[in-house]
């Protein structure tokens, strides 16, 4: 089993299967030492976990577990482009979008979560830099979206 995989397993956290796209684009992409991820929505055996708007449909918290999905699926991207994550050197960067109502200003704390969680998985290399976006409308009504950059070996 892998370090991360160990980690991963310590935390409770099962690494799913990589979701397949569900457009005209790659899942994920390398290119040299990086690794970038599409915009991952909080899929869960093909359907959303959640759905709506932060700030009128869900709460900040259930945003929150919205996005710690969607980092899971991206790390599960990640591990099907390069082969396991124990090549992840460093988290470089999370991009991170949040359907939110009108004057929900809370991104930030959505997005804490799946910040909070990288850490945990792969201690200082997962911290990253992050842009935290409200969106007034997601792909398939999802309350998240997000995408990683990754250095890996």
Known sequence: ????????????LVLPAAPAAVGAYVPALRTGSLVLTSGQLNLVAGKLSAVGKVGSDLNVEQGGEAARVCVLNALAQIAATVGSLDRVQKVLRL?????????????????????????????EAGRHVRIAIGAAELPLNAPVQLALWCEVE
């Open 1 to 12: 089993m892998s370090q991360v995989a160990k980690k991963m397993a310590e935390l409770g």
């Open 95 to 123: 991009e991170g979008f949040v359907q939110s109502a009108p004057g929900f200003h809370d991104q930030p704390a959505v997005l804490n979560p799946a910040s909070n969680l990288l850490q945990s998985i792969f201690g």
